[in-house]
């Protein structure tokens, strides 16, 4: 029999925060302490989900064991359409939400609704991998756009204007950022508001970090400053509410104009070609957005401590420099000495010292710039660790 050969469309497929992962296996086979600061999923370190979500899915056991509404629950679009409301998104409903099966499924069902082969979207620079890598899959461009790193990695409106085109559908903003913990100012996002409404774009918020911001920093929803533009608002109970394995996830719809209609029906065709949503998930959700919520001071605090410490320890060493970041839990640390790419930078630090961190690459950055992203969520005994581990690297291998 033939070999059996997969579809062009995925060959140019990559997410960076996964594909360093088996070489760090391959370092621990041979003995080496790994020290992972390459994903974001606050369970690894020293996180537990809030007790109560737990606690409302033993209470739904029976509801639970057979098939939901492929949208979701009642209940739990009811909780998303709350929660919207609370950000300050006006006249969202339970007909405006639909549930999915974490975040990253909301981002690829949105997308598939949209884009024909050929249009493009325009994407932050540096991003998450996963909607350029949906973007390949539907043989459309990643129009990517800059982030200023000198103006705390904020978006160049400037040079968003300049990369539209007849074949432009939607921009991306993701706020806080992932990777760089930027968070956005209300000038900011109103700026690219204008831009998408005076070309006809599509808004997609990608907004998972919301209530993960430092230093009194205030969160501002898209779709509560667009008055007049469309904006699919992306979240999840994966990160604010320390759930990453639940996979619950959403979308919900800001539409003035009445223009999302025939694409949010889109959307739903394809929710329900899966049949239904994970059901369990759901009571956790919606006990997630309408329940306590204290757990998000104490998870900000124990971060807003590692992220100091982070941002203290980076810039301390000798050829890196970097922003401080406000929001989320990562950092993107900047590589300011020569070096072929910062692929290759990531992997010999990985072989040679046991840190994962991932490359810049994998995330987007200036021609000519080379960084790679940290995760903080580790405590600061592992960060301390690590970070002098790359000290001493950076000052052996390319400080000589």
């Given amino acids: 029999m033939n070999k059996i050969i997969p579809a062009k469309r995925t060959q140019n ?36 989900t809030p007790e109560h979500m737990w606690q409302a899915i ?27 409301k609370r950000m300050g998104a006006p006249n969202v409903s339970q007909e405006d939400v639909i549930t999915f099966v974490g975040g990253s499924e909301a981002i690829l069902y949105s997308m598939q609704a949209l884009f024909n082969q050929g249009e493009n979207c325009l994407i932050p ?7 350029t890598g949906e973007l390949s899959f539907l043989e459309c461009e990643a129009n990517e756009y800059y982030l200023d790193e000198e103006n705390k990695w904020s978006p160049d ?3 968003i204007e300049k990369k539209i085109n007849p074949k432009t559908r939607a921009i991306v903003v993701i706020n806080p950022n992932n990777p760089t913990g930027a968070v956005y100012s209300k000038s900011s996002l109103q700026k690219i508001i204008d831009v998408a409404g005076a070309n006809d774009l599509l808004v997609y918020a990608d907004e998972t970090y919301d209530q993960l911001l430092f230093d ?55 929710s329900r070609l899966r049949l239904s949503t994970v059901a369990p998930v759901q009571y956790a959700m919606e006990a997630a957005l309408n329940g306590p919520q204290g757990h998000i001071k104490e998870t900000v605090a124990k971060l807003e401590k590692r992220r100091d410490f982070t941002y203290k320890r980076l810039n301390e060493i000798e050829g890196l420099s970097c922003v401080k970041p406000k929001g989320a839990f990562y950092a993107y640390p900047k590589l300011e000495f020569e070096l072929k790419s910062d692929r290759e930078f990531v992997i010999e630090l990985l072989k040679e010292t046991g840190v994962l961190v991932v490359y810049g690459e994998g995330f987007g950055q200036k021609p000519g710039t080379h960084h790679f992203r940290v995760v903080f969520l580790p405590p600061e005994q592992t960060l301390a660790e690590a970070y002098d581990k790359i000290e001493k690297f950076i000052k052996q291998k390319y400080l000589k």
Avoid: C
């Fill in 13 to 48: 497929i990559r997410h960076a925060t996964r594909d360093v992962v088996p070489i760090a296996k391959e370092v621990e086979k041979s003995g080496k302490k790994v020290l992972y600061l390459n994903i974001g999923d606050p369970m690894v370190y020293d996180f537990r």
């Fill in 58 to 84: 033993f209470d739904n056991k029976k509801k639970a064991e057979g098939y939901t509404d492929s949208l979701g629950t009642a209940g739990a679009r009811s909780a998303v359409a709350a929660y919207a």
């Fill in 216 to 270: 009194k920093e205030k969160f501002v929803s898209m779709a509560s400053i667009a008055k007049d533009v469309p904006v699919i608002s992306l979240g999840s109970i994966s990160k604010n509410y320390l759930a990453p394995g639940f996979r619950g996830g959403w979308i919900y719809r800001h539409d003035p104009q009445n223009v999302l209609s025939d694409y949010f029906e889109a959307v739903k065709k394809f």
């Fill in 157 to 159: 409106v400037d040079h």
């Fill in 125 to 131: 620079n540096p991003g998450y991998s996963i909607f």
